[in-house]
């Protein structure tokens, strides 16, 4: 089994900035895509950004410029930087990896999601 346990969400002003981290733990042989995920009341779920095991990024076109991305491969983390917040970036955040186990077995896993307010 691979567990995923997000941190790092909160209240804060539009402007604003948050890092969320994620770190995975378990059974885990490899890690490939890891990402983060939003969902806002009565939306929804959208990506908001993917990295690859090799550092490659993609980005909603919505948080472009204002987040990014990155992992510690070491430490199976991901991390969110979000700078310049908006109201409409309120959702809870999801963590979410593409992990193959130690017995060869892939699947996607998914945090348990943190809860970011945008807000004065």
């Known amino acids: 089994q691979v567990q995923l346990v997000e941190s790092g969400g909160g209240l804060v002003q539009p402007g604003g900035s948050l890092r969320l981290s994620c770190t995975a733990s378990?059974?885990?042989?490899?890690?490939?895509?890891m990402g983060w995920y939003r969902q806002a009341p009565g939306k929804e779920r959208e990506l908001v950004a993917v990295?690859?095991?090799?550092?490659?990024?993609n980005y909603a076109d919505s948080v472009k410029g204002r987040f990014t991305i990155s992992r510690d491969n070491a430490k199976n983390t991901v991390y969110l930087q979000m700078d310049s917040l908006k109201p409409e970036d309120t959702a809870v955040y999801y963590c979410?990896?593409?992990?193959?186990?130690?017995?060869?077995?892939?699947?996607?896993?998914w945090g348990q999601g943190t809860q970011v307010n945008v807000s004065s």
């Open positions: 990295i690859t095991s090799g550092g490659s990024t």
């Open positions: 979410n990896a593409a992990a193959i186990t130690i017995w060869r077995v892939g699947g996607v896993y």
């Open positions: 378990g059974s885990i042989a490899s890690i490939n895509d």
